[in-house]
Nanobody
Framework: QVTLVESGGGSVQAGGSLRLSCAAS????????LGWFRQAPGKEREGIAY???????TYADSMKARFTISKDNAKNTLYLQMDSLKPDDTAMYYC??????????????????????????WGQGTQVTVSS
């Protein structure tokens, strides 16, 4: 069974930093494309970044100067380092994975950037709240 569990969210003041983690189980993150996206109340989902199996990364233009996506294959974990946080970054943050041939649900609303082909599994999310 494929599961993704996010952690590391919380409340922080503007200008602060957080590192989100996404622990994967049921498959190996090695060789697959994974990403992060977020959704604020009343707003559409917004892609943040993704990392391909080979390690190539792609970011949303508005976040690439402050956010860094990475993964640790040995720990089977995806990360998102967030620096210089702003109140507008307040949202639920989700990790997701593209696992061809392993079931899941591909019928998700579109957002960008995301792994080519989209995602078929994602986690329950972790809340990030940034106060001014």
């Amino acid at each position: 069974q494929v599961t993704l569990v996010e952690s590391g969210g919380g409340s922080v003041q503007a200008g602060g930093s957080l590192r989100l983690s996404c622990a994967a189980s049921g498959y190996s993150v090695t060789g697959y494309c994974l990403g992060w996206f977020r959704q604020a109340p009343g707003k559409e989902r917004e892609g943040i970044a993704y990392i391909r199996g080979g390690g190539t990364t792609t970011y949303a233009d508005s976040m690439k100067a402050r956010f860094t996506i990475s993964k640790d294959n040995a720990k089977n974990t995806l990360y998102l380092q967030m620096d210089s946080l702003k109140p507008d970054d307040t949202a639920m943050y989700y990790c997701a994975v593209n696992l061809p041939g392993l079931g899941g649900n591909w019928n998700r609303p579109y957002f960008s950037p995301r792994c080519p082909g989209g995602y078929n599994y994602w986690g329950q999310g972790t809340q990030v709240t940034v106060s001014s």
